[in-house]
Nanobody, 124 residues
Framework: QVQLVESGGGLVQAGESLRLSCVAS????????MGWFRQAPGKEREFVAA????????YYADSVKGRFTISRDNAKNTVYLQMNSLKPEDTALYYC?????????????????WGQGTQVTVSS
């Protein structure tokens, strides 16, 4: 079992940056895929980025490629999502998710563990 707690959301203007954090706990963290998803009002939850905890492999949605960076700090059991050049369309509730396998997935149904979400609002 993996427990996830997100933080770092807030209100920013377009073009600014935010860094989200997700602290993971549980004995299987090192063999887990960690991902970020987001859900805007009235829309379905969508994939943003993912990484394999035990390597440098990362994967991004096309909509955030080049602007967002997912990374991890093994010592702190924390996954980050650095979001630069934010746009109003990035406004959403951002979720951290964990998948207890070694293959990266962009599908929500493939993730077993979820945090409570942190709100990101980008004003124009």
């Amino acid at each position: 079992q993996v427990q996830l707690v997100e933080s770092g959301g807030g209100l920013v203007q377009a073009g600014e940056s935010l860094r989200l954090s997700c602290v993971a706990s549980g004995r299987t963290v090192s063999s887990t895929i960690m991902g970020w998803f987001r859900q805007a009002p009235g829309k379905e939850r969508e994939f943003v980025a993912a990484l394999r905890w035990s390597s440098t492999t990362t994967y991004y949605a096309d909509s955030v490629k080049g602007r967002f960076t997912i990374s991890r700090d093994n010592a702190k059991n924390t996954v980050y999502l650095q979001m630069n050049s934010l746009k109003p369309e990035d406004t959403a509730l951002y979720y951290c998710a964990g998948r207890p396998y070694l293959t990266i997935s962009k599908y929500e149904s493939d993730y077993a563990y979820w945090g409570q979400g942190t709100q990101v609002t980008v004003s124009s």
